[in-house]
Nanobody, 119 residues
Framework: QVQLVESGGGLVQSGGSLRLSCAAS????????MRWFRQAPGKERQFVGS????????DYADSVKGRFTISRANAKTTVYLQMNSLKPEDTAVYYC????????????WGQGTQVTVSS
């Protein structure tokens, strides 16, 4: 059974930092591209960023570029999202997802973790 468990969310003041973690189990972690998404109340889920299987390539939404950094530790089957210079508009539930690098039917989601940035 595949599980993705996010942690590290919370309440932080504007300009602060948080580091989210997503621990994966039940899959061959290195075979999966890992992505972070977020969803604010009343809005659609939004892509935040992604990291390639071995971590050599990352991609970010323009809204977080230069502030957020994705990394992964394959030995720990964990992906991270370091969020700096947080803004109130970053407030959302953050989700990690795992997508198999060639089997498109294999995609999994975590349950999400709440990030709230106060002004």
């Amino acid at each position: 059974q595949v599980q993705l468990v996010e942690s590290g969310g919370g309440l932080v003041q504007s300009g602060g930092s948080l580091r989210l973690s997503c621990a994966a189990s039940g899959l061959t972690f290195r075979d999966y591209v890992m992505r972070w998404f977020r969803q604010a109340p009343g809005k659609e889920r939004q892509f935040v960023g992604s990291i390639s299987r071995l971590g050599g390539q990352t991609d970010y939404a323009d809204s977080v570029k230069g502030r957020f950094t994705i990394s992964r530790a394959n030995a720990k089957t964990t992906v991270y999202l370091q969020m700096n210079s947080l803004k109130p508009e970053d407030t959302a539930v953050y989700y990690c997802s795992a997508a198999h690098f060639y089997r498109s039917e294999l995609q999994y989601w975590g349950q999400g973790t709440q990030v709230t940035v106060s002004s």
